[in-house]
């Protein structure tokens, strides 16, 4: 979260979409929605690893059973 901060105030990727409006309102706006995409990808990580050790596990059980 801190480091999506650290991108936002360097090198503001939306922040053309706002127009003029004021910066700190600007960079606050910014900073949630880029915190909101990086949890949201760490979030879908997590789910797709556990996903692959679900069916890791149902796969080697499938194998020994046999």
Known sequence: MWFSLIVV???N???DLFGSLNPIL???F???VV??????LR???S???EANGI???MHQKLHSRS
């Open 13 to 15: 990727p939306i922040a």
């Open 55 to 57: 069916l890791t596990d």
């Open 35 to 40: 915190s909101a995409g990086v949890l949201f």
């Open 30 to 32: 910014s900073w949630f």
């Open 47 to 49: 789910i797709l690893l």
């Open 26 to 28: 600007v960079i606050t």
């Open 9 to 11: 105030l360097f090198y």
């Open 43 to 45: 979030n879908l990580i």
